[in-house]
């Protein structure tokens, strides 16, 4: 299935093998990000915002214990703090 929205091209599969279930699943698909961009829901990017929150959640499971936790929260917020990931944070 391919769907145009923004300026992007939208692709999903419908994992049918029948034609008839998978023209179904495509129009209902299809219909659905129609009515998302409509009312204006359709999201096409992520954020920095988006990208720095989640490796502040994330940071302590990326150094794999080789820090301790208080080092983790004093770095999580330096750089809260400094503002280094992202302004909107």
């Known amino acids: 299935m391919l769907g145009l929205g923004r300026g992007k091209q939208w692709r999903a599969t419908t994992k049918q093998e029948k034609l ?34 989640k490796f502040t959640r994330e940071y302590e499971v990326i150094t794999e214990g080789e820090r301790s936790p208080k080092w983790v929260q004093r770095h999580q917020i330096r750089l809260r703090r400094k503002r280094q990931l992202s302004p909107a944070l």
């Not at 008839?20 to 409509?38: E, F, H, N, P, S």
């Open 20 to 53: 008839t279930a998978a023209q179904k699943i495509a129009a209902d698909w299809y219909l659905t990000l129609q009515g998302k961009q409509v009312a204006g829901t359709l999201v096409t990017e992520k954020t920095v915002a988006d990208a720095a929150e």
